[in-house]
């Protein structure tokens, strides 16, 4: 039933692997509550889902957390409502918890700088990461985008990527001389020695032309950070949100760097304009005489 479920999600809203290996752990977590209680989904009410909503709660799981297992409850028995499995919708009157502003950890520009020239490019290994760090803050892609580049999504005469983002929604995104320069390098030389004979269109390869995950690239984010001195709290999305902000901070348009992002509702944008407030309002405490 829950593969059902997650099966018609993807066919309705494209969702990716990440989300929907999401919804499909909340879902079993639930059933599996349920079963503790002798009880199956299709017998779930809205005492009960309550009861295991402050379980949850219980064992500390983070607001943001227990919003989006409700996200894959109510979508799940809207579901079975839709097809007659259940008579009445139980989550109907369970109200979203409330989430705070959560913003983003920042890298100032010099941090970036930091990071981006850490690799060792005499290596074809660090010098593949060097170009896709480059290539990362200079489009903004999600890292799971990033590892999923085909050697036919770039275009380096018009200077623009072509990306398969969520909801396989296509978008374009230029791309800076740096980022270009580097990944025409890359190609003709690192990308060459790292397949080794083997044959992949895959952008960005590993060993022996095996593809990619993003827990690869991430765990070596990681390690470039830790060699540029970089104590900031990192995440996946690290240089997507300096992207997005040392943007917004020299002037670009919301709406442009909404289009770039490939964010479908614009206030989920919005919240790089807070962290860029944030950040002007530490300058003129730091460095104003009467700050």
Same mark, same amino acid.
């Given at each position: ?12 809203? !494209? ?61 799940f028995y809207r579901y079975l409502l839709r097809h007659e499995l259940i008579s009445e919708d ?9 989430? !705070? ?43 799971? #985008?990033?590892? !999923? ?13 072509? =990306? ?8 374009? =995104?230029?791309?800076? #001389? ?5 990944? #025409? ?22 060993? $022996? ?30 240089? $997507? ?44 405490? #730091?460095?104003?005489?009467? !700050?």
């Open positions: 039933m829950i593969s059902l479920f997650i099966e018609n999600l993807w066919l309705e809203k !494209g969702l990716s692997d990440n989300s929907q290996s999401a919804y499909r752990r909340d879902l079993v977590q639930l059933s599996n509550w349920l079963e503790k209680n002798n009880k199956k989904l299709v017998d779930a009410d809205h005492l009960l889902l309550q009861q295991f909503l402050g379980w949850r709660n219980e064992q500390a799981y983070s607001a943001r957390s227990n919003a989006r297992m409700l996200s894959a409850i109510r979508g139980p989550v109907c009157l369970i109200e979203s918890p409330k989430l !705070g502003l959560h913003l983003p950890q920042m890298l100032s520009e010099a941090d970036v700088e930091a990071l981006l020239a850490t690799p060792m490019t005499d290596r074809p290994l660090e010098f593949r990461d060097r170009a896709m760090l480059e290539l990362l803050y200079a489009s903004g892609l999600r890292v799971s #985008e990033l590892v !999923g580049l085909r050697t036919s999504s770039i275009n380096l005469r018009q200077g623009v990527i072509r =990306v398969l983002g969520k909801g396989n929604k296509e978008r374009l =995104v230029p791309l800076g #001389e740096n980022a270009l320069d580097w990944l #025409e390098r890359y190609l003709a030389g690192a990308r060459l020695q790292l397949m080794g004979g083997h044959r992949t269109d895959a952008l960005f390869p590993g060993r $022996r032309g095996r593809p990619m995950t993003r827990q690869t690239f991430w765990y070596r984010i990681k390690k470039y950070a830790l060699k540029a001195e970089i104590d900031k709290p990192l995440s996946p999305h690290t240089l $997507r949100h300096a992207f997005a902000t040392h943007l917004l901070n020299h002037g670009a348009d919301l709406r442009v760097v909404q289009l770039l992002l490939g964010h479908s509702d614009l206030s989920t944008t919005q919240i790089y304009t807070h962290v860029a407030r944030h950040r002007l309002q530490q300058l003129h405490a #730091e460095h104003h005489p009467r !700050g």
